[in-house]
């Protein structure tokens, strides 16, 4: 008397397949959740400047000029962006963050300011 065994299970082919299928798929994933990591950490340095526009707005109001950052007190926390403040005068500010590490790959957005009369450039970055 022979049993008649079944067998269940993946060939090593089909196990490929299934490899290969995940590759494809991740390989044009990722490149979309790059760029998507781009722009929220652009985002975030956005928010940061308009904080830090905020901070100057309150400043000329109780002194009559704007100031640097380290005079307005604001600690901004980024490993993505250095910031800074630049045409100081009694009426104007540039403020401006510049993109370090892998944020430097953030195509015609490696910098990005705004300055007292709110003109933010480049305008396509600050485009959502």
């Known amino acids: 008397m022979q049993a008649n065994l079944k067998q269940s299970g993946m060939t090593l082919i089909e196990l490929m397949i299934v490899v290969v299928i995940i590759g494809i798929i991740a390989s044009a994933a990722y490149p979309n959740f790059v760029d998507y990591v781009r722009e929220a950490r652009r985002a975030d340095a956005m928010g940061q400047l308009l904080t830090l526009q905020m901070a100057q707005e309150e400043y000329r109001l109780k002194n009559n000029s704007y100031a640097d950052i380290a005079t307005l007190g604001i600690t901004l926390n980024s490993d ?9 005068g ?9 993109a370090t590490g892998g944020q430097v790959n953030d195509t015609g957005c490696t910098t990005i300011s705004i300055n007292q009369n709110d003109r933010k450039t480049p305008a396509e970055c600050w485009e959502r």
């Open 90 to 98: 009694a009426e104007t500010y540039t403020l401006t963050a510049t």
């Open 80 to 88: 993505y962006y250095n910031f800074s403040v630049s045409n100081i």
